[in-house]
Each structure stands twice: as structure tokens, then as C-alpha cells.
């Protein structure tokens, strides 16, 4: 018994003489295992995952606002919603007026990209692309829900790529496709005894740049700018280096008939998120023809008997 | 007092031997005591455990282990033929375009799996917040065939996922 008195009092005498130290001890264990249960309670269980929406592809220094990353997303899924379901007017109301005009000028052409695109239900994924001065492109794929069909029926995925365009405009959002972004009125010409060229507009696209030019005729001759038949008949200047006019399936043979006018497109590639301007575009192939076939076996002996052959660039600042 | 002191000590001496017994029982008895929680806990590991352990697993992982670790898990319920989790894995509407009921998903399984797999990740790719993993399967025992699918994985959180596969 005297062993436990012993103790007993051994243990008082400590606790006396190290009471600060005791509860010091006592308070700075106790803070210690509350940090570690609160902690373990707030471990937040998110996927790591390479995959972040939010960050462009394309950094330009740029960064997307935090404040508009929800709306962007529901702005999409919406859309996608409607085109789904094939409510049409919804889907196409929510495209900004201007795209609208330019890409969709009515319901009816944009109802056949939706039966095209939407044939079948698509889900979609969502990655930002670039951001220029506040205009938000984003790469949106679509593509047959797989988690659904298993990629039975394709063992390949394939898929329908858009470039949604994000505007800010009076603190509100206004949404583009087709890469769409704005169109620029010009006034730019070039005269002389042949013809005049005059460039009516700019359609601005995420990567390329759309020119509306009208031709007049001036001569009782054929003008052809550009048939295909060799390179760089038609070229951009992009501070101070060359880019080849784009030709693909939708491409037409520039040239116009005598004494009339014809409006073409003609586009360059160009990066929005660059911030490069186009300062001119050059006709490298002018011919002024006393006949023209269009038939490349012909082309040597059009151009021998042509009235004219020449270049020049036509300044667009 | 030399009777006293000697009285003292071995009382001293019996105390110490009092606890140290005491002591060791306690801690045999611990022994034993956790011995049989831990085989209790064995025998009724619930799923919510399971869930737990392999969060923990993936926890720390990129998202490819991650993904070849769920489709090992519903693998693994095939080769345990527990036919019912791994339908429950599967996606509402891939369900229901390929398996309307769990008897058409058990016929399937049992045509085309044997209950011992090889498993060779050939390809994965993620298209968003969809991973496409392309893996070879090689049945060992009875069928001894090898079919290369592909599986579609769709995480909601970690451990909370569901997949679908080309139904062929």
C-alpha cells in the first residue's frame, strides 16, 4: 500500500512543480489531434485528371474569367440541349444576331445543320481554346454518346469539331459558332485601266479571315485573277510575310466577263488570337485574255495572244 | 524497525509482481481482443469498406492507373462471377440499348469471359471527361480465346464511376 501512496504522491509533488508545462502539453496535444481529424474530414475527393476545360490551348497570356467558366458551360450544354431535341428556334436564338446574319441567315439553314450534325443525340466536350481581347473561343467536339452505344457501332470515334465564340458585351455573354467572331466593313480599292477592285467586307473567323471583294470589268476582255493553274495566283501579306489564298472544295475560279462586275470571297488563314493584321492582298496573276476557256491544255496559248499580264498589290490599310 | 523495513520491501516486491501479472494479462487479453475484432472485421467487411479501401488506392493516382484500376474491379467481380455488381457498374442507357435484364448481361458475360482473364491495356485516350481504354482480354481455362474491346469510363468521383463496353 505504501508503493501506491508513494506514487500517489510522487505524481501530485510533478504536477505541482510542472503545471504549465502539463497543460501546455495537454492544450498543444489536444490542437494537434483536432488538426488532424479536421484534416482527415476535409480531404476533398477530386479526381486528379489532365483534363482543365478552362485553360486555353493557346496561351497568349490571356486567361479565362473565373466568373464566366459556369455560364460558358451552360451556355454549351443548353445549346447542345436544344439542338438534341431538336427545338430549333431555342437553339438558334441563343446565337448571337450577327452570327446569325452571317452564318444562319435564316431557320432553315441552320434547321439543316441541326438534322445533319444532331441525326442522332450527341453529347459533347468542352476546351478552351484562346482568349483575345475578351473573346473567349472555345473547341467544342461533338459525338454519339459512347457511354451509351459502347463504340459498338464504330471503333473509331468520330466527331463534329466547332469553335464557339464568347463575347463580352455590356457585362453580358453573346455566343458565336462556326468560329465566327465579327465582320469588319472595308474600304480599300485598287483602279486602273482594267478594272477596279474594291474590298467591301472582313469576316473575322478564329483562324481565317474572309474578304468580300467586288470586281468591275472595265475592258472588253476576261480578267482572271485566279483559276488554279499555278501558286500564289492570289496572296495575303501579314506584316510583312506572304499567306496563299485558301482554295477548297467551296473554292471558284476568280475572273470576270467583259465589261461586268462579280463579287467573290476570297480567305487566309489567320490566327484571331495572334493579333496579326493583314496589310494587303496580292494579285500575283493578272491576265487579261482575248479568250478565255477555263481549260488548263489551252491556258499556254490564252496567255500567249493576252492583251495583258501583270501584278500588283492592293493595299488594305 | 529492521522487521519494518524488511515488511516494506517485500510488500514492495509482491505489489510489483501483482501488477506486473496484471499488466501482462491486460495485454494478452488486448492481444486476443484485437485478434478477434480484426477476424470479425474480416468476416463483415462491408461495401462501404471496400468503397473506402479502394478510394484510398486511387486516391494518389493519375487518372490512366486510375481508370485501369476500375475496369479492373469489374473484371474482377466477372471472374468472381458476381454478375450482379458488375451489371450495377454498367451505364443506365448502354443497359438498356444492349442488356435490358441481368440474365441477358450473365449470358453475355459467360459466352465471352472465362473466370480467370488476362488483362493487356493496349490504348487509353480521353475524349473530355470520357476515358476510351482499348484492352486486349485473353481467357485462360476452358475458352482459351482473346478478344480486344474497347471500354468506355466515365468518373463522376473517385471510385464512383460507370463504363460500357462494345457489346460484340
Known amino acids: 500500500m505504501l508503493f501506491f501512496t508513494d506514487l500517489r504522491i510522487k505524481i501530485r509533488n510533478f504536477i505541482k512543480k510542472h503545471k504549465w508545462k502539463v497543460v501546455v502539453f495537454i492544450v498543444v496535444w489536444s490542437v494537434l489531434i483536432s488538426i488532424n481529424i479536421i484534416l482527415q474530414n476535409l480531404t476533398i475527393d477530386t479526381p486528379i485528371t489532365t483534363y482543365t476545360p478552362y485553360e486555353p490551348i493557346i496561351e497568349n497570356g490571356e486567361t479565362m474569367p473565373k466568373k464566366w467558366q459556369d455560364d460558358i458551360e451552360e451556355y454549351i450544354k443548353q445549346y447542345v440541349e436544344y439542338c438534341n431535341q431538336k427545338d430549333y428556334e431555342k437553339a438558334y436564338e441563343m446565337i448571337s444576331q450577327n452570327c446569325r446574319n452571317k452564318i444562319y441567315p435564316n431557320l432553315n439553314e441552320f434547321k439543316a445543320y441541326v438534322d445533319y450534325v444532331f441525326s442522332s443525340p450527341k453529347v459533347y466536350t468542352i476546351q478552351n481554346y484562346s482568349n483575345y481581347e475578351r473573346i473567349y473561343i472555345y473547341r467544342v467536339r461533338l459525338f454519339e454518346d459512347i457511354l451509351a452505344t459502347g463504340m459498338t457501332y464504330s471503333d473509331s470515334l468520330l466527331y463534329f469539331e466547332d469553335k464557339f465564340v464568347f463575347t463580352e458585351q455590356n457585362g453580358k455573354l453573346l455566343m458565336a459558332v462556326k468560329s465566327y467572331i465579327g465582320d469588319e466593313t472595308m474600304d480599300a480599292m485598287y483602279d486602273d485601266q482594267y478594272m477596279r477592285i474594291t474590298v467591301k467586307n472582313k469576316s473575322v473567323m478564329a483562324e481565317e479571315e474572309i474578304y468580300t471583294i467586288e470586281i468591275q470589268n472595265k475592258t472588253e476582255h476576261t480578267i482572271v485573277l485566279a483559276d488554279d493553274n499555278t501558286a500564289y495566283e492570289i496572296g495575303f501579306e501579314v506584316e510583312g510575310k506572304n499567306r496563299e489564298m485558301i482554295i477548297d472544295e467551296n473554292w471558284q475560279r476568280i475572273y470576270v466577263q467583259p465589261n461586268s462586275s462579280n463579287t467573290f470571297t476570297i480567305s487566309c488563314t489567320q490566327f484571331y488570337d495572334e493579333g496579326l493584321k493583314t496589310t494587303g492582298i496580292y494579285f500575283n496573276s493578272v491576265r487579261i485574255l482575248r479568250s478565255y476557256s477555263g481549260e488548263s491544255e489551252l491556258k499556254e496559248q490564252e496567255i500567249e495572244q493576252a492583251v495583258s499580264l501583270y501584278s500588283f498589290t492592293l493595299p488594305l490599310e | ?168
Open chain 2, 1 to 168: 524497525m529492521k522487521k519494518k523495513e524488511k515488511n516494506l520491501k517485500s510488500n514492495i516486491k509482491r505489489a510489483l509482481v501483482i501488477c506486473s501479472v496484471i499488466i501482462l494479462c491486460l495485454i494478452f487479453l488486448l492481444i486476443i481482443l484485437h485478434l478477434t475484432k480484426t477476424e470479425q472485421q474480416e468476416e463483415i467487411r462491408t461495401t462501404e469498406q471496400r468503397d473506402e479501401e479502394i478510394k484510398n488506392i486511387v486516391r494518389p493516382k493519375g487518372e490512366k492507373e486510375r481508370m485501369q484500376i476500375y475496369l479492373a474491379e469489374y473484371l474482377k467481380h466477372i471472374e468472381k462471377q458476381e454478375y450482379e455488381q458488375a451489371y450495377q457498374i454498367l451505364y443506365a442507357e448502354f443497359k438498356q440499348n444492349f442488356f435490358p435484364s441481368l440474365q441477358s448481361f450473365c449470358s453475355y458475360v459467360q459466352k465471352n469471359y472465362s473466370d480467370l482473364m488476362k488483362v493487356d491495356y493496349t490504348d487509353i485516350q480521353r475524349q473530355g471527361e470520357y476515358y476510351i481504354l482499348t484492352v486486349t482480354i485473353t481467357n485462360l481455362g476452358e475458352l482459351d480465346t482473346q478478344i480486344t474491346q474497347k471500354f468506355i469510363i466515365y468518373e463522376n468521383a473517385l471510385n464512383d464511376y460507370t463504363l460500357s463496353f462494345q457489346a460484340i
